[in-house]
């Protein structure tokens, strides 16, 4: 129970489980393998390789996407040469986070909020991985030829790309009072489109509590966000050069 535990670890569970609730499936996943593998080491820790060889377990296409050059046996025995083997124990020993892999859980949750994605999945351990640099998986990582910035272009590309496919023509909503010639030039124009798309949906009192109001652009498309700890914060995705509102987000109505 976690009301038995000193004040502090009670801080440092809660604050696991809070951000664990925010955790895809297949995220959850990869720090279950990451125990099974520091069991198989011998480790009294998880450390960042065990997240690692989750990570290769749970999720083959995203690694496999990036790591084209080197086999995963090849990745396993990097980790073999680098670590210390000791007799293996039962996965049932609940084993603590090292203090690099509680880094990279917390830069996990920040690349999912640079991304403005809701849950923490296998890309955003894999940037927490990258963001660690002196782990011995960024080392490894780093040997593969994978760079932070390069891997978190790609990711928000990609997210980009998957939006704007998954929205039809006849999806497309009209945004109001356009500048002239549809092109939205600064961040206060983007929120005062979001503002205007979301009231008629969730009113004028739900959309005040959401201040202060985000946006930020990024590859031609104004990312607007609330900022509600209370409530499901709106979103609005809206493209920068013609004005075309891609998605609008918040609770049901």
């Not at 502090?8 to 593998?37: G, K, L």
């Not at 490894?140 to 039809?168: D, K, P, V, W, Y």
């Amino acid at each position: 129970m976690i009301a038995d535990l000193p004040a502090e670890e009670q801080r440092q569970a809660r604050w696991v489980t809070s951000m664990f609730e925010r955790y895809t499936e297949r995220a959850r996943r990869v720090i279950f393998f990451a125990r099974y593998e520091a069991a198989q080491f011998g480790s009294m820790t998880i450390e960042s390789e065990h997240f690692l060889l989750g990570l290769i377990r749970e999720d083959k296409n995203l690694t496999n996407l990036f790591v084209r050059d080197r086999s995963i046996k090849s990745i396993r025995k990097a980790i073999e040469g680098r670590t210390t083997i000791r007799e293996k124990f039962s996965t049932s020993i609940d084993l603590p986070l090292s203090n690099e892999c509680k880094r990279i859980l917390a830069y996990a949750a920040e690349e999912a909020e640079r991304l403005t994605h809701r849950h923490i999945g296998t890309e955003h351990l894999l940037l927490g991985i990258l963001r660690e640099e002196k782990c011995v998986a960024a080392e490894i990582l780093h040997e593969c030829g994978l760079r932070l910035n390069g891997i978190r272009e790609e990711f928000s590309r990609s997210f980009m790309q998957q939006l704007e496919a998954a929205i039809t023509h006849d999806e497309m909503l009209t945004a109001p009072e356009l500048p002239e010639a549809g092109v939205i030039p600064d961040a206060d124009t983007a929120k005062r489109i979001a503002e205007a798309l979301w009231i008629p949906r969730y009113g004028a009192d739900t959309v005040a509590r959401q201040a202060p109001i985000k946006a930020e652009l990024k590859f031609n498309v104004w990312i607007v966000t609330g900022s509600s700890s209370t409530e499901v914060p709106l979103s609005a995705f809206i493209r920068q050069d013609d004005g075309r509102v891609l998605s609008v987000g918040g609770p049901e109505p």
